[in-house]
């Protein structure tokens, strides 16, 4: 075929896929049925021109445009990669693993239950093999909800709701396209019925195999693109060529799912990359996989759409029966699902509850595309599958998809009208008026202010002051005639407002570089449990996203458990220094919602509302600052590192504003520039890289600060570091209970705790202990303690206390002090 011709064709093609994007959005349409669409139309269009008498001058274009080399092997190693490797570096991975069940339940049990449906469904009304109905199954499984997602989007959808289709997307490829090559091998060996049980033992294999080469690849990716961290071009290249090779030694070599590879190494470069690359590298490697992600996706949705005339040209009547028991199995396992397993997910608290209207959105806006009719050409094409299931599959995937796109695809967003989630609730209506006026009063003094600048025209002036005046005015009753909205919703649109001034403000301090990439993705995953905590749930919601955001995890516990038991320090020393950036981060980003509250928040929502705002962000300062004194405590030398740190990285980019100023007003010229920019980029990677935490050195220093070890001698001293356990607590977390056996006393390194015996509370704080009493008094605990804070507690065994407590005089003092406070006769206590 003449190159020239091919690459004419192809170009065309971009144009129409430039043309589609515009088209879609005048006509109220998803992208993706206006590039199916407009396919169909050209494949329909060519074999026309090629078949007819009326013209052959056309007959070129038509035979290069159904002559492109368009195979199965192109969607699935070109196209596929690209569209799922971009999307892992889209999500806010740490967002989605507090959404992991309901994604899981979507994007994997939901492609088990609709292939096992679809296949003995269509087992059931015909004649076929079981073998290849579950093929069919399999391959009708995959959805795209792209179109409903993009609609969530336009019409303020709860972020949620969209992260979690989001990752369905992502994951639902990957489960079906296992499934997929599981069932094509049995077809492929003529095993017409397969037992599933053993079919689905082998699952799990495709999918370990798959992901440990993803995550092997995506490491050495990584590594080699630390090394280049001044070559962005290289590390680009790079990650290129990743999702590929991943891909082909996944099925080639190590006979594993290659998609599951692709998404496992996209996963470990989101997890991994924004630590160990500059961050302009980052956001630009990101910026480009996205262009990348879009030409792929329009081009296989529209190379796909081309060869549909071609895969519908045998269909008979019997063949639409079938299509429409596909269609109907189909919806019916995907109801299951979102009307039958969700709720339940939801009762057990695993899963966020979806609405009614949502979960029909969701149903209706399941459509299939590229993936596909991908697979069903892949089944067409291989010479190992009869000839009659190659025309029954390519048919029954084809008419499917075409049902999708043309019937739930062009009334999807009429279908969210009717359900009512394009409209503002009362609540947001009503705000929407107050914010309407609060902005015109705020643009009528700025103009006024303008004008006088620019000693424009008084009596032009004077006229659109008292048109602007009308507006207003109207604008102002609008709001007070919607003034009645409940002080408990104020309260949570304010914080709903807040948080996301807070999100806003963490991007500009990461464009400033004043945060890191990898503290931004935390920082920024908190911000959004607090959006979402605000608008589901008010205060409460707010505060325990809040809380959480300086609680310890799961996982920081297995760290210390790791270090304490097996001496393996390196996760807890990588998360602590963690720890201490993302709590730096917080206090840097919280000091400056202030301004926003009193500025904005005041003039919308009234000064009552500011205030409890003021103290809500006073507490989450308070909880920060608390949680930072206990690791300067246990770490003063690393927290002093750190700072300097951040000093150090705010002067560069002082600096480098103040070079990019100078340029701009012609005061150097490219050459210093570039020199200065260069030099100033070399003492940035020193700069940028973080001091290494050293969590065995630090516990004497700790012990050393320590007040009630005040006295010990230097030996003592060391001898403490070596006997201390260290124990951390989140607020609410229940430490003793009692009537348990006294074994041990606790030293409160940071936070606070709250002791309960008979009825009255006792609080103590930084630098006192509690158990001592159980102890001295050989009895069992008479009181309930909590912590009230997150804490950072020493922990001593009962033999060492009682050594310690001979030597220090200044510990024999407070338990003497605490004894007073119960009501103890210290007698009765020391010897």
């Not at 692709?262 to 480009?288: C, D, I, M």
């Not at 005046?469 to 709001?479: F, I, N, Q, S, Y």
């Not at 006792?762 to 909590?786: C, N, S």
């Amino acid at each position: 075929m003449d190159i020239i011709l091919v690459t004419t064709v192809i170009a065309s093609l971009f144009l129409v896929i430039g043309a589609a994007e515009p088209f879609a959005a005048r006509l109220r349409l998803p992208y993706s049925v206006i590039l199916a669409v407009l396919g169909i139309l050209i494949g329909i269009g060519a074999t026309f021109f090629l078949r007819t008498e009326l013209t052959d001058a056309l007959n070129p274009v038509a035979e290069a445009i159904l002559g492109l080399p368009i195979r199965s092997n192109v969607f699935l190693y070109v196209f596929l990669p690209t569209l799922l490797f971009q999307a892992t570096l889209g999500m806010n991975l740490r967002r989605m693993l507090d959404d992991w069940v309901p994604i899981l339940v979507l994007a994997i049990l939901a492609v088990f239950v609709a292939t096992i449906s679809v296949g003995y469904a269509l087992s059931w009304a015909s004649t076929i093999p079981l073998a290849a109905c579950l093929l069919v199954g399999s391959i009708v499984s995959t959805t795209d909800p792209s179109a409903v997602v993009s609609i969530f989007r336009s019409i303020s959808a709860p972020r949620r709701l969209a992260r979690i289709i989001e990752g369905e997307s992502l994951l639902n490829d990957a489960a079906a396209i296992a499934l997929f090559g599981l069932f094509m091998a049995f077809v492929m060996l003529g095993l017409p019925d397969p037992n599933l049980a053993d079919a689905l033992a082998r699952f799990p294999v495709l999918v370990a195999g798959g992901a440990v080469t993803g995550w092997l690849a995506a490491r050495i990716a990584v590594w080699v693109m630390a090394l280049f961290s001044r070559h962005e071009l290289a590390q680009v290249s790079i990650s290129v060529a990743l999702p590929y090779l991943a891909y082909i030694v996944a099925e080639q070599s190590v006979g594993a799912s290659g998609v599951i590879a692709v998404v496992t190494a996209g996963l470990t470069l989101n997890l991994t990359a924004p630590g160990r690359l500059p961050p302009q590298s980052w956001a630009n490697l990101r910026e480009l996989w996205g262009v990348l992600a879009h030409w792929a996706g329009a081009l296989i949705f529209i190379l796909a759409a081309l060869l549909i005339p071609r895969l519908l040209e045998e269909v008979r009547l019997a063949d639409l029966v079938l299509i429409g028991v596909v269609i109907l199995a189909a919806v019916v396992a995907r109801m299951a699902i979102l009307f039958g397993l969700m709720p339940l997910l939801t009762a057990l608290k695993l899963s966020p509850a979806v609405e009614r209207p949502y979960r029909v959105a969701i149903l209706w806006g399941g459509l299939r595309g590229a993936v596909t009719l991908a697979l069903a050409l892949a089944v067409t094409e291989s010479v190992h599958v009869p000839a009659d299931i190659q025309r029954l599959v390519g048919i029954l995937a084809t008419g499917f998809t075409l049902f999708t796109l043309v019937v739930q695809g062009t009334t999807l967003r009429w279908v969210i009208g009717r359900l009512g989630l394009d409209r503002l609730s009362p609540i947001d209506e009503a705000l929407s008026r107050q914010v309407v006026a609060v902005a015109l009063q705020t643009v009528r003094e700025d103009v006024a202010r303008t004008t006088e600048n620019y000693d424009l025209n008084r009596e032009t002036v004077r006229t659109e002051a008292k048109r602007f005046g009308k507006r207003l005015d109207a604008a102002v009753k609008e709001a007070e005639a919607s003034a009645d909205i409940l002080e408990r919703d104020r309260i949570a649109l304010g914080l709903i407002a807040l948080a996301g001034h807070e999100r806003d403000t963490i991007l500009e301090r990461v464009r400033e570089r004043t945060i890191s990439a990898r503290m931004a993705e935390l920082v920024l995953s908190n911000a959004d449990r607090l959006i979402e905590g605000a608008r589901t749930q008010g205060r409460s919601g707010y505060q325990r996203a809040a809380r959480r955001s300086v609680s310890y995890g799961s996982a920081f516990r297995g760290a210390v458990l790791l270090h304490g038991r097996l001496g393996f320090s390196a996760p807890l020393a990588r998360m602590t220094a963690d720890r201490f950036e993302l709590l730096l981060s917080q206090r840097l980003i919280l000091r400056d919602l202030g301004a926003f509250i009193d500025g904005r928040i005041r003039r919308i929502h009234g000064r009552r509302v500011a205030e409890l705002l003021h103290e809500l962000l006073a507490r989450r300062i308070e909880a920060i600052e608390t949680a930072l004194d206990g690791l300067r405590l246990q770490y003063p030398g690393y927290a002093e590192e750190i700072e300097r740190r951040f000093i150090r990285r705010t002067a560069l980019r002082m600096e480098e504003r103040e070079y990019v100023a100078m340029r701009e007003d012609g005061l150097i010229g490219t050459e210093v520039y570039t020199a200065l920019m260069q030099e100033l980029a070399t003492r940035r990677v020193t700069v940028e890289e973080r001091p290494t935490l050293d969590v065995a050195v630090q516990r004497v220093a700790f012990v050393r600060h320590f007040p009630l070890f005040a006295d010990l001698e230097e030996s003592d001293m060391k001898s403490m570091g070596r006997a201390l356990a260290t124990r951390y607590a989140d607020g609410g977390e229940v430490l003793l209970r009692k009537a348990t056996p006294a074994r041990s006393v606790f030293f409160i390194a940071s936070g606070a705790v709250e002791l309960e015996s008979a009825g009255q509370k006792w609080r103590l704080g930084r630098g006192e202990m509690f158990g001592q009493m159980a102890i001295l008094t050989d009895k069992a605990r008479r009181a309930d303690v909590r912590a009230i804070a997150p804490t950072t507690l020493l922990v001593l065994e009962e033999d060492r206390f009682r050594r310690l407590l001979k030597r220090s005089e200044t510990l024999r003092a407070a338990v003497r002090a605490s004894a007073d406070k119960r009501g103890i006769d210290p007698v009765d206590l020391l010897p």
